[in-house]
């Protein structure tokens, strides 16, 4: 399976995996480990708000900065599983607990294993947003909870568009400008509990710069849609709100990150009547704004 921009190589193999033809440089294995006692002994942790009803945990060996090659982790789901890995390694083991399934396996894996993982060894910085590409390029939606994110990224995949991420963007800087990279090929505009959600088969395939964020802002029914851009701390603060993954060491590398992207990307605001039924005008209104501003 490809994620991430990576071919993710699941040992015993998933049964639902999708094949994939060709070689690829850039491969992570998620291996089962059958030591149970493995990298117990770390102290340091941090715990994550509780995600889809289990608790899931971080832990290390050291105060730090940053990672170093060699640095054991382990990541902890709630009855599901232990995740372990070395800093500068591609290989990740795994121990089952009580509630493991090989779905759960898949769900954990990609939908947060891989970020915390990439975020860790500093491979990639991640948003919090949907994104897909209009006319091959990439744009992201940003929303507070609740906000019409994943609604609004859901009735552009069902208009053909390729679908980017529908909740984690993967973000890297190249010569200059900020990349979004493709997450994983699947979809979930509901709320069910660790499920992926359906397979999306326009999937984005490769890297490409980002070309605009749009947030999101509610507004009464009968409002007007309109798009504004904003400027200077006014986009810092949507992309402060939006940050995903914030571990408190990677402080500095994230406020550095963050004010890259301020710098580099437009950022506009739509105003969004709370109505389904108004949701073709919206989508209409940032497909012509986005012809304007190409």
């Not at 033809?21 to 850039?26: A, D, H, R, W, Y």
Request: proline share 4%.
């Amino acid at each position: 399976m490809i994620a991430y921009n990576h071919y993710i190589k699941f040992i015993p193999e998933l049964k639902n995996d999708k094949k994939t033809k060709g070689t690829f440089s850039n491969t992570i294995t998620i291996e089962e480990s059958y030591e149970k006692n493995v990298e117990n002994n770390l102290k340091f942790h941090w715990t994550f708000f509780n995600n889809q009803g289990r608790n899931i945990d971080l832990y290390t060996d050291r105060e730090l900065s940053r990672s170093v090659k060699g640095q054991p982790w382990k990541f902890n789901i709630e009855n599901v599983m232990t995740f372990f890995w070395k800093s500068g390694s591609t290989t990740i083991y795994y121990t089952k607990q009580k509630d493991f399934t090989n779905e759960l396996l898949e769900y954990w894996s990609l939908h947060t294993l891989l970020p915390i993982y990439f975020t860790v060894e500093e491979v990639f910085y991640f948003l919090h947003a949907g994104a897909v590409e209009v006319e091959g390029d990439p744009i992201l939606f940003v929303a507070e909870s609740y906000g019409g994110k994943s609604t609004m990224t859901d009735f552009f995949i069902k208009k053909n568009h390729s679908m980017i991420s529908d909740d984690k963007v993967a973000i890297f800087k190249q010569d200059g400008v900020d990349y979004a990279v493709p997450s994983h090929p699947h979809h979930r505009p509901y709320r069910k509990a660790e499920d992926l959600g359906y397979f999306v088969k326009n999937m984005a395939i490769c890297p490409k710069p980002i070309y605009a964020i749009y947030t999101l802002e509610g507004a009464d029914v009968d409002a007007d849609i309109t798009i504004k851009e904003l400027h200077g701390v006014e986009k810092f603060r949507v992309l402060r709100l939006s940050s995903q993954i914030n571990l408190g060491f990677l402080k500095r590398q994230r406020f550095a990150m963050l004010a890259d992207i301020a710098r580099i990307v437009p950022i506009y605001q739509v105003k969004v009547p709370w109505n389904l039924d108004r949701l073709q005008e919206v989508y209409g209104a940032i497909c012509k704004h986005f012809k304007e501003i190409k």
